[in-house]
């Protein structure tokens, strides 16, 4: 496990924020760049001083609990100020600092060569013919690929069973309860795509081979040359999640999953932000409500039903544990599957008005103790693994458990915790185990957790996420045609099988010397950093090489979560 850090460079949601109504603001994360976070994600070296006790640790006479953050000012030593122009009259140098990309291909190297210098003189005015840099760093990667010249960069996948139910698909994930995914077939050849299930959105994508940022070179795009019967339409698209966003064109082809092959529109992205660089998912299966499409396309249950493959626009999601090794994620199309549940099922209406699964929460408790919660709702999303509660409400949550300590809008918890945090639906209590709420430690020397609980406004005071943290003691039902989310009690399949994982891949470019399966040192930052890398000191590269710091990663905690940390690998 890589926690810490993992926490913050390997989280991420699918919720839109921003897709199709004023009413989703876009979020201002402090997880968007290393350079301007507010939370601070070296946890294990600042954890002492950061960390604050929830509860007055003085005596009960002691100052009421007062939000954690400082002062706003900041006091700056005045011997600090440095002059803006030392010299002014000397020359305006641009010094770029020199890497290290020795591990690239001399073909790569020398392309990039080629291409920083046509930049560097149609900057300047000089005419010439233009080059596609991107393109001729493209026809560099694939000619050594033929050759054999490169390796594959790996993701974990951890593979459910297939169900033998029909209209169902396996729900895979990455092997830590982070990501949920199904695999998709797209086009004539039926070309494979992993893609996050969503309920927290309502558009399908997958990413265009004319996108050249660094997610895509590290996932399976899509385009006219891998199926005949792909049509494009004239119609754009930009989604903004809660990590990341994306943009391209509205496309159409016939897509296969769970046993039917149905004709949908779905979306070509031409660009896809970096945060979508750490997992192994290609794109997202949106299965909210037509209404909440930035596509303007029909949902996928209302394809379904349309084309008479199912009766009832109503899909049924069982998510797994990774710890209880039963592999048995699974999503259930036009119905539900008894062998993944026990008892009687609740159905809940769902309130929202822009096309999201939003329930009416009752009230929250904590071992049993009512916190007395009003007014709030929770919106349902398999596309998110935490819990996000709205900053103040995550302090009333976190304040009554004894030494609870908080960095602001996450907060940790000692790990010896035993007591679940129940949340009530219309006189229903789901309660969740302290194995899916509490997380791993926060380092060594220390007895606390993280907090799968975290503080974050999505909408407004009165909104929760509720994602994967909390539906993994579930069996989820979603009803468009009555508007409504059923909850029962969570069973398994009797036949199980224990984990198996796979892998997916990306390519990455070796150096002569280093052609053959042996380790590689990592080169997300030097290797196949391409941005002025490897040249001399005032030339500059933009071209795209590699997949770079990924290599071998295994998402340790990082919980699908609002503001994933933007890396930016220098790719």
């Not at 969570?490 to 380790?519: E, Q």
Request: negative net charge; aromatic residues 8%.
């Amino acid at each position: 496990m890589m926690f810490p850090n993992a926490f913050y460079h390997f989280v991420f949601s699918a919720t839109v924020v921003s897709a199709f109504n004023l009413y989703h603001p876009t979020i201002n994360s402090p997880l968007k760049t290393a350079k301007a976070q507010s939370i601070d994600v070296g946890l294990g070296e600042k954890v002492e001083s950061e960390w604050k006790p929830l509860k007055p640790v003085a005596a009960r006479n002691a100052e009421p609990f007062r939000p954690v953050g400082g002062q706003i000012g900041v006091d700056i030593d005045p011997s600090a100020w440095q002059p803006v122009n030392t010299h002014p009259r000397s020359l305006d140098i641009k010094r770029v600092a020199q890497r290290d990309n020795s591990e690239l291909h001399p073909e790569i190297r020398t392309v990039q060569h080629a291409n920083a210098i046509t930049k560097k003189y149609r900057k300047r005015g000089i005419p010439g013919p233009e080059i596609d840099r991107e393109l001729a760093i493209r026809n560099v990667l694939s000619s050594l690929e033929q050759r054999g010249l490169v390796k594959r960069q790996t993701y974990d996948i951890l593979k459910s069973n297939e169900p033998t139910t029909p209209d169902s698909m396996a729900v895979h994930q990455d092997g830590d309860d982070i990501a949920y995914f199904s695999e998709v077939k797209f086009g004539s050849n039926k070309k494979s795509f992993y893609l996050i299930i969503d309920t927290g959105s309502s558009d399908t994508w997958v990413p265009s081979t004319n996108c050249t940022t660094s997610a895509c070179k590290l996932h399976a795009t899509y385009g006219p040359k891998d199926s005949t019967s792909l049509q494009m339409t004239d119609r754009t698209f930009k989604i903004k999640y809660g990590s990341g966003n994306v943009e391209g064109l509205v496309a159409k082809d016939n897509v296969s999953f769970a046993g039917f092959n149905v004709n949908i529109e779905f979306g070509l992205s031409n660009m896809v932000s970096d945060e979508f660089v750490y997992f192994p998912i290609d794109g997202i299966m949106g299965l909210g409500f037509s209404k909440g499409s930035a596509q303007r396309a029909k949902s996928i249950m209302d394809v379904l039903v349309e084309g008479k493959f199912i009766d009832s626009k109503l899909f049924s999601v069982a998510v797994s544990r990774a710890t209880d090794k039963l592999n048995d994620g699974v999503i259930h199309f036009g119905g539900v599957d008894k062998g993944y549940y026990t008892g009687e099922i609740s159905w809940f209406p769902s309130v929202s008005k822009y096309g999201l699964w939003e329930l009416n929460v009752e009230d929250a408790a904590f071992g049993g103790k009512k916190f007395g919660f009003t007014g709030r709702t929770a919106i349902i999303d398999t596309g998110t693994t935490l819990i996000l509660l709205p900053p103040a409400d995550a302090m009333i949550l976190h304040q009554v458990i004894d030494d609870a300590m908080t960095n602001g809008e996450t907060f940790a918890v000692p790990c010896t915790t035993t007591q679940s945090m129940d949340f009530t639906f219309n006189g229903v209590t789901v309660s969740v185990p302290p194995k899916d709420w509490v997380g791993e430690r926060l380092g060594q020397g220390t007895d606390l957790c993280i907090s799968m609980i975290m503080g974050r406004t999505i909408i407004d005071t009165n909104t929760w996420l509720v994602g994967d943290v909390f539906l993994k003691n579930v069996y989820a039902i979603f009803d468009m045609d009555n508007t409504q989310v059923g909850f029962a009690k969570r069973a398994s399949p009797t036949t199980t099988s224990k984990p198996k994982t796979t892998t997916t891949s990306s390519i990455k470019v070796l150096s002569p010397t280093n052609t053959g399966t042996g380790n590689n040192s990592d080169s997300g930052n030097g290797g196949n950093n391409s941005n002025g890398g490897g040249n001399n000191g005032n030339e500059e590269t933009d071209d795209n090489t590699g997949s770079g710091a990924v290599r071998g990663l295994t998402f340790s905690l990082g919980l699908f979560l609002l503001g994933l940390l933007v890396c930016l690998l220098g790719l």
